[in-house]
């Protein structure tokens, strides 16, 4: 998927995955795309919270082979 801007938050435990990528899309424009990944295994329920919460769109998740966690963001 194309993103816009990319956050890594490997080896950081919640919430700094979240306030991580708060910080990247408030520096993004509507519409754009945000790259997370992430290594904590709660960010997977964290980022779906975040994304209702917000009105920003969880458009991907997934679990790559190094155990980590991908998530595609779309600023509101």
Request: aromatic share 8%.
């Amino acid at each position: 998927m194309n993103f816009d801007k990319e956050v890594d938050a490997r080896g950081l435990n919640c919430p700094l995955p979240i306030l991580r990528a708060k910080k990247g899309l408030a520096e993004m424009q509507a519409g754009q795309v945000l790259r997370i990944v992430a290594t904590d295994p709660g960010s997977v329920k964290d980022f779906a919270a975040f994304a209702r919460q917000t009105g920003n769109e969880l458009l991907e998740q997934h679990e790559l082979p190094d155990k980590a966690y991908e998530f595609f963001l779309r600023r509101k």
